[in-house]
């Protein structure tokens, strides 16, 4: 797994895709930060609360596995991004060229191809994140199980230090009830929130059975 900071720049996310390479954004440089003393430290004061935003790519909004309640949520959580205080943290779908056929999303449409258009997050709500603490988590299926790798001490610290994550994107019954399920099972003491007006479902019925299991699972819809 490795994580880019606004990885919402083709050219960027193609040229630095390698293991735990974590960057900073400065003004609008890109500052590589190797160092994960330094990073600590640059976190310790900021870290109260996390946020995550699932699978807000282009393929999932008006690409090839194009969803009209996923586009209309596009600007509410653009709003939210820009006036949220703390980390930001966005997972990708990926999946290879050649080799998605084979996997078990091969039954869907090709989307989310690494370095395609469709892989990429959303413009609007990248441009909201771009002053912030922003990461990009790439996942191959529905649920990413690494959210307490000891490999990654960034992500770890990160997850670690916060008091409350809250959860918006795309889709509901899919990758946004999965990833709950597994940050509940991973962070028993975490207080985590799933905003129901900013989550897409395939359809309502999904939706609304998507929130009825997070509920049970002690997650709390707001």
Request: aromatic residues 6%; negative net charge.
């Amino acid at each position: 797994m490795w994580i880019a900071i606004n990885a919402y720049n083709k050219d960027v996310q193609n040229e630095l895709e390698m293991k735990h390479l974590t960057i900073e954004r400065d003004g609008m440089n890109y500052v590589y930060v190797r160092d994960f003393d330094e990073l600590k430290e640059r976190l310790a004061d900021v870290v109260e609360e996390l946020e995550k935003k699932y699978d807000m790519q282009k393929d999932f909004i008006d690409g090839a596995l194009a969803n009209p309640n996923a586009a209309a949520i596009v600007d509410a959580i653009a709003a939210k991004v820009e006036a949220h205080v703390g980390p930001v943290i966005f997972t990708r779908d990926t999946h290879l060229d050649g080799l998605f056929e084979a996997s078990l999303e091969g039954k869907l449409p090709k989307h989310c191809v690494r370095g395609t258009e469709g892989w990429m997050i959303d413009e609007k709500i990248a441009e909201a994140a771009k002053d912030k603490f922003t990461a990009a988590v790439d996942k191959v299926t529905f649920g990413n199980v690494n959210w307490n790798d000891t490999e990654d001490p960034m992500l770890q610290r990160v997850i670690a230090q916060a008091d409350e994550i809250e959860l918006v994107g795309t889709v509901a019954e899919i990758c946004v009830a999965a990833n709950a399920i597994l940050l509940r099972a991973m962070f028993p003491d975490k207080k985590i929130v799933v905003y129901k007006d900013m989550i897409a479902g395939l359809t309502d019925e999904g939706k609304a059975a998507a929130i009825k299991v997070l509920e049970a699972q002690m997650v709390e819809v707001v």
